[in-house]
């Protein structure tokens, strides 16, 4: 089992999403998240004066799946994704010990 997590632009998540449901991956966990990599932030203006923004906002997405299921979550997630310009996010994936379901007691890939 693995966690995949991505942090994505969020006007992408719903091309996103539901490129994901289409490979059959409907348990998505998302969260709205402020952060920045290699941007730095940006500067804008309002009303005459320049402020700069340091946090930008990003989506995180997080997705528990079978481990048959990683490389076509990141191609949906890349390809989906991906705007070309500098931003567009990172796909982290790690290895997920164990998965326990609260309401039934199951476990492992069950439980997914």
Do not use: C
């Amino acid at each position: 089992m693995k966690l995949v997590t991505a942090i994505i632009k969020p006007f992408k998540l719903d091309e996103v999403r539901e490129a994901l449901s289409e490979i059959g991956i409907n348990g998505i966990t998302v969260t709205e998240v402020k952060g920045f990599g290699r941007q730095r932030g940006h500067t804008e203006l309002y009303r005459g004066a320049e402020y700069v923004v340091d946090f930008l906002p990003k989506v995180k997405l997080e997705l528990a799946i079978e481990s048959d299921q990683v490389e076509h979550a990141i191609e949906a997630i890349q390809n989906n994704a991906n705007t070309g310009k500098i931003g567009d996010g990172k796909i982290f994936v790690t290895t997920l010990e164990q998965v326990i379901r609260i309401r039934t007691g199951e476990t492992g890939n069950e439980a997914i």
